[in-house]
């Protein structure tokens, strides 16, 4: 079962479990080959073949959620070559996707020496020393506190109306645009050019910090140039550094990106259908400042480190992007004349 075609009749093969207790959960069919049918591995890869995929979206039934029958899913037909060519697949793809994990390895690595390496660069709750320091600023002063409102503002976005929306025209970042790992456009509103110039205040730029003030509270994300054009709703504040001599963005940004500057909004929020938070009471939180440079070099770290988060996930994507290209060359096309197996259980 599934909200969406997507996901109605996705499979996986399990294989090298059997010490292991497994329990089928609901909605969930177990599939068996019948004799010396299938490779190991083979029926899971054949399964997510946009062939086979395509008959399941044919038969899937449901309004809300959808589903599939199990007597659908007999009459499905499989590409079936022999076990010769199956094991040589599998050994394909079965290649591809130990690569793919090791890449996920990699970038889960990066994110975990990112976080440890935050926790070291920023004072502890309440300090104002970090454990580490870069060399030329182990002996400077320890760092200053100062309230937010004192170093940088926020402000809310534009409070675009029913009128203002529209199927195209500019992108609108709203607070369910906010995620964790950046700006999540899809799904996004619009509103027409000649709206969005006429409220050209709240037109984003690349480097700009937006934070949520509504719901999930102390999200944060980056500008990027590829969010853009964009405008901003309200309820999505946009940090302004007032000094630019005294404060640098990128270390504003990974200085709001510690869980303990989330923890003091989440104290700070009001309301019981949904958290707000007011830019007042961002203001009024207190943040520890080194000098410029040393800003300037903790941020250059993080930011390295990040393009190299980055750059591993784009080769995760494009690893993916090349195994769906291979498994459609690999699998014949939807309607090409398969094979029907001698059937499963």
């Known amino acids: ?50 062939g086979v995929r395509l008959q399941i979206r044919r038969v899937a039934q449901g309004i809300s959620v959808l589903g599939i029958s199990k007597y659908e899913l007999e009459k499905l037909t499989l590409p079936l070559p022999s076990l010769a060519e199956q094991r040589e697949i599998v050994g394909c793809l079965s290649s591809l996707d130990d690569l793919i994990e090791a890449r996920k390895g990699q970038v889960a690595a990066l994110k975990l020496h990112k976080r440890g390496l935050m926790q070291r660069l920023f004072p502890a709750p309440g300090g104002t020393t970090p454990a580490l320091r870069f060399p030329g600023f182990r002996d400077a002063p320890p760092w200053e506190v100062k309230r937010l409102g004192e170093a940088a503002s926020v402000r809310s976005g534009f409070a675009f109306k029913k009128q203002h929306w529209t199927e195209t025209g500019v992108p609108v970042v709203k607070n369910t645009n906010v995620k964790p790992g950046g700006l999540d456009m899809s799904g996004c509103s619009f509103v027409s050019e000649s709206t ?32 853009l054009p964009a405008m901003l709703n309200q309820r999505v504040g946009r940090f302004t550094i007032k000094d630019i001599r005294r404060l640098d963005g990128r270390f504003l940004y990974y200085s709001l990106a510690e869980p303990k500057f989330r923890r003091k909004l989440e104290v700070l929020g009001y309301g019981s259908a949904q958290m707000n938070v007011s830019p007042t009471a961002i203001h009024g939180i207190k943040i520890p400042l080194p000098s410029l440079p040393e800003q300037r070099e903790i941020a250059g770290c993080l930011s390295s480190l990040d393009d190299l988060i980055e750059a591993r996930k784009g080769q995760v994507a494009a690893l993916k992007l090349h195994k769906r290209g291979l498994m459609q060359r690999l699998f014949p096309a939807p309607g090409a004349t398969i094979s029907r197996p001698r059937g499963t259980t």
């Open 1 to 50: 079962a599934s909200e969406d075609y997507s996901g109605i009749g996705k499979a996986i093969e399990i294989v090298e479990t059997s010490h292991i207790p497994l329990v089928a959960g609901l909605h969930t069919f177990i599939a068996r080959p019948v004799g010396g049918s299938f490779f190991c591995g083979f029926a899971g890869y054949c399964l997510g073949s946009e």
């Open 196 to 227: 969005a110039l006429s409220v050209a205040d709240f037109s984003l730029q690349e480097g700009d910090i937006l934070i949520s003030m509504t719901g999930h509270v102390g999200q944060l994300v980056e500008v990027r140039s590829n969010n």
